[in-house]
């Protein structure tokens, strides 16, 4: 088994592992065997053709990883599949459900020749709009994971031994057949958080066989907070939808509403679409955050709180609301006007509340507010009632039912230590690893006499276990999921599963009594009684059929509009409970999932791995942020190793000094420091569930921080080292000038701003005739007025163009390969800075300084403007890379793609060139999908059309910030793009002439907070402190 | 072995009004001239201290071998290097080792000339020393690309791209500018020293010997028919050798100046260079100069007055440095640009600063002391203040191409520049190759220009004397001088 080879492989090396991993003893020695697992001893009669048998089998071996392959089938292609042609891209529509939010995003996946190679969002389904998040196109690479386990394990006297799914068949008919005499008593399942009506169908089948048994349910991130605050308000658990194309004041009251929230590609999308710099036209939106967010940094005030402070902040808004505007209370809000009143002096006081008020009061069905599953559920609750009485429900928020969660890991474990369970069947998750620190899940484990854990590969759970059962990824696998909206998404498989894995659904129709399930037979099943039909799914009705493969083309089943709800207010009291604000001898602890790993279950994801968080820029680690107030109070400087006590718990974590973070608050990442995950992630960053207690899920008040004297080296892809005075004050005089942006009063009154904030130069003029275009001429506008910095483009690029992963090590020496890269300033006061984000790639210049200095003339111009890459040609002189002001080519310092493994080779995009050692490599604009569209067009005899070209990263956006095109047709949305008034070139004085050109970030503040700065034509900040 | 007598040194750095300076001095003669200078090449055994010497710069270009194969077979990542900043210290050390290879040609060819008479006792050395430097050089940009096996698509060689490079890259240039320097240099040296090579044959006492040094003496005898061709050969070379001094550091120079990026992009660097090119060669001919002539009994032919003189030059290309220096500041002030203004505020306060600092005190004020003619004709002075220009001028190269890289117009994008242990080896490497050369060039070639020295010696005119007019001339003794020497006499 790979894990007991490489214990002493962390992540960190990990880029270097696998060739270790070749040198290690064992796997040398399984190499030296001459006959390694599988073959036999030496035939008697050692024939020529037994010995070329063994040589093949040996070199399919030293495949490196001895991974299973997909099992090969040899048809000849005489007589061809319908729809499919070798070489030729296909693409079917799936679902992923996101983790902990039991809420499917709708996908399309392309798949090569068989192999899933990329995922993007279904631009069909409503709520994806064909964006998809970082997550959810990352979720591609864990198909491929070389450290996935590769079959059932049976645990026998502390040994683990291989096992078969027969094997497990079999013992399960006899422990399950005598579970179910009695009735289910002693059973349990753990679970986690899921929308799929399969698995309530068969979790209902299940309850039949096994009356008695329970259920349990485990998410680190769930938003238990919310649907309490839902059932308080409403009488059930609801979730609200939000329609943020409706909402033209929007205050977050720590939901992340446009990145982490469940609709946020929606969100995010209307977001931007209310973001048009006209009179009237703008939304406003309000953040009230502790740690910063891409939805602070996009926000038009956002306001840094603890996070115990924000709920608070939510309450005074309601007084605001209530009391100063007079805003009528609803029926049943469940608090009268004087007990608000009696809230007066328990909330905190900030201008940006007021503000709030009189925007959401005179917006009436035209305001939102939104609570993040963190903040308590009476937060929730009022938010509801804030809602109902500023008439949002029903327009830019309704309702969806969602199931009441189950009993959690604290009654499982009570259960466990009570005796109460015997057989105990985990069918998602790891609770070992990302249990509270307070609650002994390991010694619970060990009370019951038979433990079934399903999961992608041996972890700590699964070490604890009598068995653990190979999951399938759900790339292999049949599923269904609801998405945000309530609409059926189908969950399809792109490739058998690589390593014999069984789906969760699978796994419980076997235990509920299925011999042999079939995913496929149990989706479908649930599709036809989700139709109203009864039993199982007809084997042939064609109008059963029709409708079963428009939803599986299609991935969903659309939901109608009234699906959502706008219920009613119950009445029930609504308490304001207090927390004191911390201070520096008493500060607040956040734990929040990070924002690329989640919970932890893309700790193995090494694209997520190194996907630079968006504030810190971390990549490969996780820190305790904290404000540049709070590390000076406390005399902490960046990149000190600091060791957190909270309740009891100890961590140690780095210091990150974070612009913009709430006062007197850290905040800490769930999802690092896996010991049990495989090389990717093993031990890398701090594991943030050791300050976790079952008590204060999110952190709270109390944490104590000390220094241990030792420094931590962060690998950044920004911000390496901690700046020197001369340089900051450059960085900050340079950005109004890199990022250019004002307030929409300031730009309406000059539309023009943007054409003084870059530096003053002589008229640009050429010394020859340039290059004329007459065909096309491809360019990009990226507008920063909608760019959220959500990385959703990063990774698309890194799917797309085979970009590899260099590891921690290489990201601190400044050799991140990403193609794109999202560069992220702050401006002006530390404590509340403004916050801008800039997409920066190859902006593909006219007159490239790149071009001019290559001796062997590797980077060329094409006839249609791209600055081609000859990577054959290249010798690696990195002249060009000097010589590129946005500093955007990257080099191949060593092997890249010669230290992947051989599995994760199937990934790559064939349409793309992998670039060897010593070459250079930079964004091609997609060149691959311009030549794609280019054929189609040719074959069907017809001109390109504007928006058929699109690069991977303008194609993810959730917002639609990056827009392509051809500049020489007047009409191209790119076209129309750059002749704004607020379009503007980078580094302009250069006169390198680059095609990609930005659009001006355009904000909407209330205009009693804002200070019109016309100097810089911005403001300079608004300045609302925190606690 | 002949050996001269030295009864303390003899101050020959007196400027005498009409009276020429001796440049030979303890009444050597054209034998005792040959026999010291033979005599060290034709010593059977070399002293313990040149083994000893040996052995360490040999290990050293092992060491470099080494790192050279390290880096062939893992990548440029074993460097320092990083996407920011993509040259370091290979194209530090290259510009560096170019800049000393300046001062040898500077030597024999525009010296030459200008009939510099001083010139003969140091050009072969000098002339060495070039073709060392250049050959430490040549390594680098070949050894620095991310593909070192297609290296030789940098030349317009038939390949089957069809392809031919691209003329407008300054890379390119250097490799002509470069290639071209090289050759010429070579060719000077090797030129200069066949009659001396013919001595050797002829003094040789073993077969080998006689058989090497007669291949390489390509079959000189000295009648007078080679002696005027040869004299013809050499003053064509001096005068094709004179703009390569002046064009390969200026073409070196172009790698920056051409570019976009601030702190490179400036129309001062082409003389700068050429300035600084020259001080450092001086300075690391001055370096080798002044412990040989005390170890291999060449006082008196590298008298305190060719060391004066060179020191003089150090001075005056020291300054036009530090103009250099000021000039750029005050441009970038002056120039209104705020990415350049930033780039040279960034170099001498920012996190190089520690860099910056150390080329000013240096190149700029080291130099200055070279005023004081005590410490100009100080041994022991001016060595140190050697050590200190060959240092000054390395971190010039360093400042100038890391500086500028690591902090350009996106701050997003700026990034701090470390050496790997890889980096650091690989230059210590380059000094092996460099002083593994000169010991085998000192064992085995005769160090000072036998036949060119023998022409500015008082024996050397038709009348002799020591008043006699002393000339470095290889063709026709011009008429005034025959007619001073009358006068003289």
Request: hydrophobic fraction near 45%; charged fraction near 20%.
């Amino acid at each position: 088994m790979t894990t007991a080879n490489d214990a002493n492989l962390t992540g960190r090396g990990y880029w270097r592992s696998l060739q270790e991993l070749a040198g290690s003893p064992e796997f040398r020695r399984h190499l030296d065997s001459e006959f390694p697992d599988g073959i036999d001893g030496p035939a008697a009669g050692f024939s020529r053709r037994r010995f070329l048998q063994i040589m093949a089998a040996s070199a399919a071996m030293a495949g490196l990883t001895g991974c299973r392959w997909p099992q090969e089938r040899i048809i000849p292609f005489a007589a061809r599949p319908d729809g499919f042609t070798p070489g030729k891209t296909q693409q079917f529509a799936t679902a992923l459900e996101l983790p902990g939010l039991a809420t499917g995003a709708a996908l399309l996946v392309t798949s090569y020749d068989g192999r899933p190679i990329k995922v993007d969002g279904n631009p069909e389904h409503p709520w994806s709009l064909g964006a998809a998040s970082a997550q959810m196109q990352a979720s591609v690479l864990d198909v491929w994971n070389v450290d996935r386990s590769r079959s059932p394990v049976r645990r026998r006297d502390n040994q683990e031994v291989r096992a078969t799914w027969n094997d497990f068949a079999t013992f399960a008919a006899g422990q399950f057949d005598a579970l179910a005499e009695r009735d289910g008593r002693g059973l349990a399942f753990l679970a986690g958080a899921s929308s799929s009506p399969t698995r309530a169908r068969l979790r209902a089948q299940l309850a039949a066989r096994f009356p008695s048994a329970l259920w349990f349910r485990h998410e680190p991130a769930g938003d238990h907070e919310r649907l309490a605050g839902a059932a308080r308000a409403f009488g059930r658990s609801y979730r609200d939808l939000t329609h943020v194309e409706h909402a033209r004041v929007i205050a977050d009251f720590d939901a992340d509403l446009l990145h982490a929230h469940p609709a946020a590609l929606r969100n995010a999308r209307m977001f931007a679409r209310g973001r048009r710099p006209a009179r009237d036209q703008m939304n406003r939106l309000y953040v009230f955050e502790s740690t910063l967010s891409p939805t602070g940094a996009a926000a038009d005030h956002r306001i840094p709180l603890p996070r115990t402070q924000i709920s608070l902040a939510l309450a005074a808004l309601a007084v605001e609301v209530f009391l100063e505007r007079g805003v009528a209370l609803p029926d049943g809000a469940g608090i009268s006007r004087g007990e608000l009143a009696g809230w007066r002096d328990r909330v905190p006081a900030l201008p940006a509340i007021a503000a709030l008020a009189e925007d959401l009061a005179g917006r009436r069905g035209q305001g939102l507010v939104v609570v993040g599953d963190r903040q308590p559920a009476w937060a929730h609750h009022l938010a509801a009632v804030l809602n109902v009485a500023l008439g949002n429900v029903g327009r830019t928020v309704t309702f969806v039912p969602a199931a009441a969660p189950d009993a959690d890991l604290t009654a499982l474990v009570d259960a466990l230590q009570a005796g109460r369970i015997d057989t105990l069947v985990i069918l998602d998750g790891n609770p070992v690893a990302t249990a509270p620190a307070d609650l002994d899940v390991a010694a619970a484990l060990a009370r019951a006499t038979v433990t079934i854990h399903l999961a992608d590969r041996l972890d700590a759970t699964s070490e604890r276990c009598l068995w653990h059962l190979p999951r399938a990824h759900y790339l292999e696998a049949w599923g269904d999921a609801l998405a945000v909206d309530g609409s059926l998404l189908a969950v399809q498989p792109l490739i058998e599963p690589l390593h014999g894995g069984r789906s969760e659904l699978e796994l419980m129709a076997l235990l509920a009594g299925d011999p042999a399930p079939r995913g496929y037979d149990l989706v479908r099943t649930t599709f036809h009684q989700g139709a109203g039909g009864r039993g199982q799914a007809p084997a042939a009705s064609p109008s059963f059929e029709a409708n079963w493969r428009r939803f599986l083309h299609d991935g969903f089943t659309a939901v109608s509009a009234a699906a959502a709800q706008t219920p009613a207010l119950t009445g029930a009291g609504l308490q304001l409970a207090a927390a004191a604000a911390p201070n520096y001898e008493n500060l607040e602890l956040v734990i929040a999932p990070d924002p690329r790993l989640g919970d932890g279950r893309f700790a193995d994801n090494a694209w997520l791995q190194e996907l630079p968080d968006f504030a810190t820029k971390v990549v490969w680690d996780n820190v305790a942020a904290l404000s540049p107030a709070t590390a000076a109070a406390l005399r902490v400087a960046h990149g000190d190793l600091l060791e957190l006590e909270f309740a009891g718990q100890r961590q140690r974590m780095p210091a990150y000094v974070l612009p913009g973070h709430g006062a007197a608050t850290v905040t800490v990442t769930l999802g690092h420091g896996r010991r049990d995950c495989g090389r990717v992630g093993r031990g890398v960053g701090h594991d943030a569930y050791a300050l976790r207690v079952a008590a204060a899920p999110h952190g709270g008040i109390g944490l104590k921080i000390t220094k241990t004297g030792h420094r931590y080296a962060l690998s950044c892809t920004q911000d390496h080292h901690a700046i020197d005075p001369i340089g900051y004050q450059e960085r900050e005089r340079r950005v109004g000038s890199l990022v250019r942006q004002a307030d929409l009063d300031h730009y309406l009154a000059h539309p023009d701003f943007v054409d003084h904030l870059g530096v003053h130069h002589p008229p640009l003029v050429s010394l020859w005739t340039e290059k004329g275009y007459t065909g096309h001429k491809w360019g990009m506008a990226i507008d920063l007025s909608v760019c959220i910095g959500c990385n959703a483009c990063q990774v698309a690029c890194q799917a797309e163009n085979n970009i590899p992963v260099v590891g921690k090590d290489e990201v601190g020496r400044s050799r991140e390969m990403s193609w794109i890269r999202i560069d992220r300033y702050f401006q002006g006061d530390p404590e509340n800075p403004e916050i801008a984000a800039q997409p920066i790639a190859c902006a593909h210049c006219e007159l490239a300084p790149c071009e001019q200095v290559c001796p062997v003339a590797a980077t060329v111009h094409t006839e249609e403007g791209l600055n081609a890459m000859v990577y054959n040609r290249c010798v690696g002189t990195r002249y060009c890379a000097n010589n590129c002001p946005y500093k955007v080519r990257r080099f191949n310092f060593f092997d890249n793609i010669k230290q992947i493994s051989e599995t994760e080779k199937m990934r790559l995009n064939p349409q793309v060139t992998v670039r060897s050692r010593g070459v250079m490599e930079k964004c091609t604009y997609c060149v691959q999908r311009i030549e794609t569209a280019r054929i189609a067009a040719k074959n069907e005899r017809r001109p390109l059309r504007d928006g058929e070209i699109t690069p991977a990263c303008a194609q993810t956006c959730p917002t639609e910030a990056i827009v392509f095109g051809d500049l020489n047709d007047p009409q191209s949305r790119v076209s129309r793009a750059r002749a704004e008034k607020r379009s503007y070139d980078l580094l302009a004085y250069l006169n390198i002439k680059p095609r990609t050109s930005y659009l001006a970030r355009i904000r909407n503040p209330h205009p009693r907070l804002a200070s019109h700065g016309e100097e810089a034509g911005r403001p300079s900040g608004h300045k609302q402190t925190g606690a | 072995m002949h050996r001269a007598i030295v009864l303390g040194e003899h101050d020959n750095t007196a400027y005498v009004p009409g009276r020429p300076t001796e440049l030979i001095l303890d009444g050597h003669t054209f034998t005792s001239v040959t026999d010291t200078v033979c005599g060290i090449v034709e010593t059977p055994r070399p002293p313990r201290a040149w083994y000893i010497a040996f052995a360490v710069t040999v290990s050293l270009t092992v060491m470099l071998f080494a790192m050279l194969y390290l880096l062939i077979t893992r990548g440029i990542g074993v460097w320092g290097v990083n996407s920011t900043v993509g040259w370091g210290w290979a194209i530090v050390n290259f510009v560096f080792w170019v800049g000393i290879g300046h001062a040898g040609t500077l030597i024999s060819a525009i010296l030459f000339l200008l009939r510099q008479k001083w010139r003969t006792s140091i050009n072969r050395f000098a002339e060495a020393m070039t073709i060392f430097a250049v050959v430490c050089a040549g390594i680098f940009p070949a050894i620095h690309v991310g593909r070192v096996w297609a290296v030789h698509w940098l030349f317009p060689l038939p390949n089957y791209h069809a392809m031919w490079p691209n003329f407008r890259s300054p890379l390119l240039w250097d490799v002509f500018a470069v290639g071209t320097y090289a050759t010429v240099s070579l060719l000077f040296w090797y030129t200069g020293m066949v009659p001396d090579l013919a001595t050797l044959r002829d003094r040789a006492r073993t077969k080998w010997r006689q058989i090497i040094y007669g291949i390489f003496a390509i079959g000189w005898r000295g009648s007078h028919r080679h002696w005027h061709r040869f004299e013809k050969a050499y003053l064509i070379l001096a005068g094709l050798a004179t703009p390569l001094v002046l064009s390969v550091h200026s073409v070196v120079s172009f790698d920056f100046a051409v570019s976009i990026i601030p702190g490179w992009h400036t129309t001062i660097f082409p003389p700068y260079f050429v300035a600084g090119a020259v001080f450092s060669g001086f300075a690391m001919v001055g370096t080798l100069l002044v412990p040989a002539r005390q170890w291999f009994g060449l006082k008196p032919f590298i008298t305190r007055h060719h060391l004066d003189n060179m020191n003089k030059i150090i001075l005056a290309t020291g300054s036009m440095v530090g103009y250099a220096y000021a000039m750029e500041f005050f441009i970038a002030w002056y120039g209104g640009n705020a990415f350049e203004s930033f780039a040279f505020v960034n170099r001498a306060f920012g996190p190089y600063a520690w860099a910056y600092w150390i080329m000013i005190s240096c190149n700029v004020i080291s130099p200055q002391l070279f005023w004081f003619k005590r410490i100009r004709t100080s041994l022991p002075a001016m060595w140190i203040i050697y050590i200190f220009v060959n240092i000054g001028m390395w971190f010039e190269r360093f400042v100038i191409t890391v500086t500028s890289l690591s902090r350009d117009f996106l701050p997003s994008s700026w990034a701090y520049y470390k050496p790997t242990t890889v980096d650091i080896l690989t230059f210590a490497g380059s000094f092996g190759l460099f002083f593994t050369l000169v010991l085998l060039f000192v064992r085995y070639l005769p160090m000072v220009a036998m036949a060119e020295v023998k022409t500015v010696m008082p024996a050397a005119s038709a009348h002799g004397g020591p008043a006699h007019p002393v000339g470095d001339y290889h063709g026709d003794i011009p008429q005034d001088d025959l007619d001073r020497g009358k006068e003289a006499h």
